[in-house]
């Protein structure tokens, strides 16, 4: 005679089975929340990380370009201020 009895035995398989199901089930209801929440995030338009990083990147560069037209444009500005008062200043004649 064995020490255990069959019924420990088969107790113990069944247990093992059981706590398998489980596992499975409990995989099971994650891959569904985890889709149901995908699904979700969809339907809101928000954006990835990622995609907000390159966005960012070139609202970043964008902004510093246009501090550099600023900047030229107000050179160019007053470039044109300087000749047009250049013109319109009276030269002395020669002969006078």
Not at 3 to 12: H, K, V
Not at 67 to 95: F, K, W, Y
Request: aromatic share 4%; no cysteine; glycine share 8%.
């Amino acid at each position: 005679m064995s020490d255990r009895p069959r019924i420990f035995d088969d107790l113990a398989g069944v247990a093992g089975g059981a706590f398998s199901a489980l596992a499975g089930v409990r995989e099971e209801i994650g891959a569904m929340v985890r889709a149901r929440v995908d699904e979700t995030l969809g339907s809101l338009n928000l954006v990835r990380r990622d995609e907000f990083e390159v966005v960012r990147e070139v609202a970043t560069r964008a902004r510093l370009a246009q501090g550099e037209m600023e900047n030229r444009i107000a050179r160019l500005e007053e470039r044109v201020s300087d000749l047009e008062a250049s013109l319109t200043t009276p030269t002395p004649h020669a002969g006078s």
